[in-house]
């Protein structure tokens, strides 16, 4: 059996859309070797400049219900006629490598992954305020009216879900964000499932 001192830990980072998990999650893996992305599985077709096993891995759709059925994903959605999921052998091999996985998921492919059992960390990006929010969603420059009422209706009932979550960091600040995460981290690698075996060998030449 793998010393639990070595394995990887498996992190969802769930947030509404404008808190910034992208930029935190590039930040985070600029910063630590240890730690990789979840690349997720899809049946929509790649576009353009996407590469396969990079940004998605591009599944028919007889794989993916097939997958489906043999339990082969930690958590998968249906979004506009296309599936969307987390396929678990990649996602064990690196954690068996000793490496951290990230999956950047939204709430509701998160909570699926809680409900699965899985040892994980969960932790929930938050705002500083609705209005921020809101500041942010329009300086993207990039949404209709409607679509910014949407996210931000969709935003207060995420926000509402955060409870389910280990940790929730405030992203008022990437760098001070990357930062907490890195102090979660380190926490989680002092818990005693994980430093068990080096108490043993202290007390073993005692």
Same mark, same amino acid.
């Given at each position: 059996?793998?010393?639990?001192? @070595?394995?990887?830990? !498996?992190? @969802?980072?769930?947030?509404?859309?404008? *808190?910034?998990?992208?930029?935190?999650?590039? *930040?985070?893996l600029s910063k630590r070797a240890d730690t990789? !992305?979840?690349?997720?599985? $899809?049946?929509?077709?790649?576009?353009?400049?996407?590469?396969?096993?990079?940004?998605?891995?591009?599944?028919?759709?007889?794989?993916?219900?097939?997958?489906?059925? +043999?339990?082969?994903?930690?958590?998968?959605?249906?979004?506009?006629?296309?599936?969307?999921? @987390?396929?678990?052998?990649?996602?064990?091999?690196?954690?068996?490598?000793?490496?951290?996985?990230?999956?950047?998921?939204?709430?509701?492919?998160?909570?699926?992954?809680?409900? %699965?059992?899985?040892?994980?960390? %969960?932790?929930?990006i938050t705002i500083p305020s609705m209005q921020?929010?809101? =500041?942010?969603? =329009?300086?993207?420059? $990039?949404?209709?009216?409607? $679509?910014?009422? %949407?996210?931000?209706?969709?935003?207060?009932?995420?926000?509402?879900?955060?409870?389910?979550? +280990?940790?929730?960091?405030?992203? +008022?600040?990437? +760098?001070?964000?990357?930062?907490?995460?890195? $102090?979660?981290?380190?926490?989680?690698?002092?818990?005693?499932?994980?430093?068990?075996? @080096?108490?043993?060998?202290?007390?073993?030449?005692?």
């Amino acid at each position: 059996m793998q010393n639990e001192q @070595t394995r990887g830990l !498996l992190i @969802t980072l769930s947030g509404p859309s404008g *808190s910034g998990k992208g930029t935190i999650v590039k *930040s985070l893996l600029s910063k630590r070797a240890d730690t990789v !992305l979840s690349v997720s599985a $899809t049946t929509r077709a790649p576009r353009e400049g996407e590469i396969d096993g990079v940004h998605y891995h591009f599944i028919d759709r007889e794989t993916f219900l097939r997958m489906i059925e +043999d339990n082969a994903f930690l958590e998968y959605a249906e979004y506009n006629g296309n599936f969307y999921g @987390t396929p678990k052998a990649p996602v064990e091999a690196e954690l068996l490598a000793g490496h951290n996985v990230l999956l950047e998921i939204e709430v509701q492919g998160a909570e699926k992954v809680m409900d %699965s059992g899985a040892e994980m960390v %969960s932790i929930f990006i938050t705002i500083p305020s609705m209005q921020e929010l809101e =500041r942010r969603l =329009r300086g993207r420059d $990039t949404e209709t009216e409607e $679509t910014i009422l %949407s996210r931000l209706s969709i935003a207060e009932r995420e926000l509402k879900r955060a409870f389910r979550y +280990d940790y929730v960091v405030l992203n +008022d600040d990437v +760098d001070a964000a990357v930062e907490r995460i890195e $102090t979660i981290i380190q926490a989680e690698n002092m818990r005693y499932s994980r430093m068990s075996k @080096t108490v043993m060998e202290v007390l073993e030449v005692c």
